[in-house]
C-alpha cells in the first residue's frame, strides 16, 4: 500500500528557487526542439517525447519497430538539433568488437625505421551512437558497448578512455524479422533505460509524408541546444524534489514485478519468469523527474511515474509459456501492476 503525501512532506519536496528558472528555459527549449524535429518527422509526437524524457535523465534508448518509420532519421535529426556528435554503427553478423571500441594500429613514428601502435578511435567515441539493428550482430559483439553504457568508459588493451559527455546510445530493432539476428543478452537490455515502440503513422500523418516527403525540398535543421547545456539540464533533472511517498509508490511497482517474493499477487507467480530489479527504480525516478520537468511541474507527482512505467518495465519483464499461451504481454501487466498498487 502506497500512503499519500502529508502537506509538509510536500511543502519540503519543493525545488530549489534557483532552479524554478531553469526549468521554465528547458521547457520553453524542448517545445522548440519538438518544433525543429517536427519538420523533418512527421507524426511519432509520443516517441520524440519519450526519446526526449529519456536524453533529458541521461538515458539510452532502445527503439523498436518494424521499416520505414523514421528511426534512423529521428536520431539523427536529434543529433543536429542537439548539436551533438553523432555516429553510426550498423551492425552485422560479421561485426567485431574492435570495429566498435577502435584498435591498435602499427604506425611510422617520426625516428626513422621504428614503428609504434597507436590506438584508432572507434564510432562508440561519439556524443550520440545510433547502434542500428542492434540485434543483427553476436552477443560477443553486442557486449562491447555495455562498459560503455554503463561507466562511459572504453577499455581496449592496456588502453582506457573516458567518453566524453553527454553520451547516449540509441539503439534499434526490427521486431519481426527473426532469421539471422540474436536475442540481446538481459544485461544489455537492463542497460536501456527506455524500450520505446515506433508505430505506424495515422492515415493522415502517412498522407503527410507521401506530400511533403517527396519533394525536392530538404529542410535544414536549427541547432536548438549545445552539448554543454545539455550536460547543464540533465544536472537540473537530477535536482528535481521527489516527495517521500512517491519512492514507495516506484518501490511497490517493481516489486509487484517479481514472482519470487511470498506477496506476489497470483497471476505475476503465474505468467512473469522474472521481475525488474533495483535498476528500474532509479530508472523510474529519474524518468519521473526529467517527465515532470518537461510536462510544466516543479516536483514528481504519480502520473509522471505512470507516463514512464512502460518503457522502463517492457523489457525488464519476461513472461513465461504460461503467459505467452494466453496472449499476455509484459505491456498488459505493467498497466496491470500499476492499477493493482493504486487499488492497495
Same mark, same amino acid.
Given at each position: 500500500?502506497?500512503?499519500?503525501?502529508?502537506?509538509?512532506?510536500?511543502?519540503?519536496?519543493?525545488?530549489?528557487?534557483?532552479?524554478?528558472?531553469?526549468?521554465?528555459?528547458?521547457?520553453?527549449?524542448?517545445?522548440?526542439?519538438?518544433?525543429?524535429?517536427?519538420?523533418?518527422?512527421?507524426?511519432?509526437?509520443?516517441?520524440?517525447?519519450?526519446?526526449?524524457?529519456?536524453?533529458?535523465?541521461?538515458?539510452?534508448?532502445?527503439?523498436?519497430?518494424?521499416?520505414?518509420?523514421?528511426?534512423?532519421?529521428?536520431?539523427?535529426?536529434?543529433?543536429?538539433?542537439?548539436?551533438?556528435?553523432?555516429?553510426?554503427?550498423?551492425?552485422?553478423?560479421?561485426?567485431?568488437?574492435?570495429?566498435?571500441?577502435?584498435?591498435?594500429?602499427?604506425?611510422?613514428?617520426?625516428?626513422?625505421?621504428?614503428?609504434?601502435?597507436?590506438?584508432?578511435?572507434?564510432?562508440?567515441?561519439?556524443?550520440?551512437?545510433?547502434?542500428?539493428?542492434?540485434?543483427? $550482430?553476436? =552477443?560477443?559483439?553486442? %557486449?562491447? #558497448?555495455?562498459?560503455? *553504457?554503463?561507466?562511459?568508459? /572504453? @577499455?581496449?588493451? !592496456? &588502453?582506457?578512455?573516458?567518453?566524453?559527455?553527454?553520451?547516449?546510445?540509441?539503439?534499434?530493432?526490427?521486431?519481426?524479422?527473426?532469421?539471422? $539476428?540474436? =536475442?540481446?543478452?538481459? %544485461?544489455? #537490455?537492463?542497460?536501456? *533505460?527506455?524500450?520505446?515502440? /515506433? @508505430?505506424?503513422? !495515422? &492515415?493522415?500523418?502517412?498522407?503527410?509524408?507521401?506530400?511533403?516527403?517527396?519533394?525536392?525540398?530538404?529542410?535544414?535543421?536549427?541547432?536548438?541546444?549545445?552539448?554543454?547545456?545539455?550536460?547543464?539540464?540533465?544536472?537540473?533533472?537530477?535536482?528535481?524534489? /521527489?516527495?517521500?511517498?512517491?519512492?514507495?509508490?516506484?518501490?511497490?511497482?517493481?516489486?509487484?514485478?517479481?514472482?519470487?517474493?511470498?506477496?506476489?499477487?497470483?497471476?505475476?507467480?503465474?505468467?512473469?519468469?522474472?521481475?525488474?530489479?533495483?535498476?528500474?527504480?532509479?530508472?523510474?525516478?529519474?524518468?519521473?523527474?526529467?517527465?515532470?520537468?518537461?510536462?510544466?511541474?516543479?516536483?514528481?507527482?504519480?502520473?509522471?511515474?505512470?507516463?514512464?512505467?512502460?518503457?522502463?518495465?517492457?523489457?525488464?519483464?519476461?513472461?513465461?509459456?504460461?503467459?505467452?499461451?494466453?496472449?499476455?504481454?509484459?505491456?498488459?501487466?505493467?498497466?496491470?501492476?500499476?492499477?493493482?498498487?493504486?487499488?492497495?
Amino acid at each position: 500500500m502506497v500512503s499519500e503525501a502529508s502537506p509538509t512532506a510536500e511543502a519540503a519536496a519543493q525545488p530549489r528557487e534557483e532552479d524554478v528558472e531553469a526549468i521554465d528555459r528547458l521547457r520553453e527549449l524542448h517545445q522548440k526542439i519538438r518544433t525543429e524535429l517536427a519538420r523533418v518527422i512527421i507524426g511519432q509526437d509520443d516517441v520524440i517525447d519519450k526519446l526526449l524524457v529519456c536524453l533529458f535523465a541521461r538515458g539510452h534508448a532502445l527503439l523498436m519497430g518494424v521499416p520505414g518509420l523514421a528511426k534512423t532519421m529521428l536520431i539523427h535529426s536529434l543529433s543536429e538539433v542537439m548539436h551533438l556528435n553523432f555516429s553510426r554503427i550498423q551492425f552485422t553478423p560479421d561485426l567485431m568488437p574492435s570495429d566498435i571500441t577502435g584498435t591498435d594500429i602499427l604506425q611510422e613514428t617520426e625516428q626513422a625505421g621504428r614503428r609504434a601502435f597507436e590506438f584508432i578511435k572507434g564510432p562508440i567515441f561519439a556524443n550520440i551512437v545510433l547502434a542500428d539493428e542492434i540485434n543483427r $550482430t553476436p =552477443p560477443k559483439t553486442q %557486449a562491447a #558497448l555495455l562498459q560503455a *553504457m554503463q561507466e562511459h568508459k /572504453v @577499455n581496449a588493451g !592496456s &588502453h582506457t578512455f573516458e567518453l566524453d559527455p553527454p553520451f547516449f546510445v540509441l539503439a534499434t530493432q526490427n521486431p519481426i524479422e527473426q532469421e539471422g $539476428t540474436y =536475442p540481446l543478452p538481459e %544485461a544489455q #537490455l537492463d542497460r536501456f *533505460m527506455f524500450l520505446i515502440e /515506433v @508505430n505506424y503513422p !495515422s &492515415h493522415d500523418e502517412e498522407v503527410r509524408i507521401g506530400r511533403e516527403t517527396t519533394s525536392g525540398d530538404t529542410p535544414t535543421l536549427n541547432t536548438v541546444i549545445t552539448g554543454e547545456e545539455l550536460i547543464e539540464f540533465q544536472n537540473l533533472v537530477r535536482r528535481v524534489p /521527489v516527495p517521500d511517498h512517491i519512492y514507495e509508490y516506484v518501490v511497490e511497482i517493481v516489486r509487484t514485478s517479481r514472482p519470487s517474493l511470498p506477496d506476489a499477487p497470483d497471476w505475476i507467480k503465474n505468467w512473469v519468469m522474472w521481475g525488474a530489479g533495483p535498476r528500474a527504480v532509479q530508472y523510474m525516478i529519474l524518468g519521473a523527474k526529467a517527465q515532470a520537468v518537461l510536462s510544466g511541474s516543479y516536483l514528481v507527482q504519480t502520473e509522471h511515474v505512470d507516463a514512464v512505467a512502460e518503457p522502463v518495465l517492457n523489457h525488464r519483464i519476461l513472461t513465461n509459456f504460461h503467459a505467452e499461451s494466453e496472449g499476455i504481454t509484459s505491456k498488459e501487466i505493467v498497466r496491470r501492476i500499476i492499477e493493482s498498487v493504486k487499488k492497495d
